[in-house]
């Protein structure tokens, strides 16, 4: 995956506001895609999944769309709360279960 | 929270030292992951175990291994500690009955290496 050192891509959006988070992947044989929120000094949670046969899975108030044609996977958060400030990372499953991790975006949330 | 958890949460060891780490898997899940994860970066594989062996591995060299135990639970041994080993290292455990074997991340452990 991509690596940005410490200086994370961040989103910034108010409060309510509907916030998209964005992934390039690198391996058109990955066949499954997973997001993850990660809080400081936590480990990465579970959000959602896609399998690649799917353009488009919805969660509660999360959304996530695949488009294999350019390798691009997005997250999109209905009325973003506070509890919603975090690092995103995306995720994918190709040979083995091994997981590769995109470099991460940090969402904020402003009151 | 997941089940799955780590210990020691903290962790300060010196050039040169061993370290292990301790991960139990959630309930019902056979399958464990370990992952580095340097600050302000994603998580890097360095292995899997399933029913007790190495079941893939990443690009971390030998001084890294690993153990599961038959309960499931599993080890990350690190010998000849170098300074760019300080990192979070996260356990994750997966299903591999279910479909999608999701992984579930622990907490982890922060290393710190001086």
């Known amino acids: 995956g991509e690596s940005v050192g410490l200086h994370l891509p961040t989103l910034s959006v108010q409060e309510g506001d509907n916030s998209i988070i964005n992934c390039a992947y690198s391996?058109?044989?990955?066949?499954?895609f997973i997001w993850y929120k990660q809080e400081s000094g936590k480990g990465p949670q579970f959000i959602i999944d896609?399998?690649?046969?799917?353009d488009k899975r919805q969660g509660q108030r999360v959304t996530v769309l695949l488009n294999k044609t350019v390798k691009h996977l997005s997250l999109q958060i209905a009325a973003t709360q506070p509890g919603d400030s975090a690092v995103y990372f995306c995720?994918?499953?190709?040979?083995?279960?091994?997981?590769?991790f995109g470099g991460g975006t940090r969402l904020m949330v402003k009151p | 929270e997941t089940g799955v958890t780590q210990s020691p949460t903290h962790l300060i060891k010196t050039r040169g030292q061993q370290v292990t780490l301790r991960c139990s898997s959630q309930s019902g899940h056979n399958t464990v992951s370990w992952y580095q994860q340097a600050l302000g970066q994603g998580p890097q594989f360095i292995f899997q175990y399933y029913r007790e062996e190495e079941n893939g591995r990443g690009n971390f060299p030998p001084r890294f291994s690993g153990l599961q135990f038959p309960n499931y639970s599993s080890e990350l041994n690190v010998n000849a500690l170098e300074l760019d080993d300080s990192a979070l290292y996260l356990c994750?455990?997966?299903?591999?009955?279910?479909?999608?074997?999701?992984?579930?991340f622990g907490p982890g452990t922060r290393l710190t290496v001086l």
């Open positions: 995720a994918e499953k190709h040979a083995g279960n091994m997981l590769t």
């Open positions: 391996n058109s044989a990955s066949d499954y």
């Open positions: 994750a455990s997966s299903n591999d009955r279910e479909s999608t074997d999701t992984q579930y």
């Open positions: 896609i399998r690649s046969n799917m």
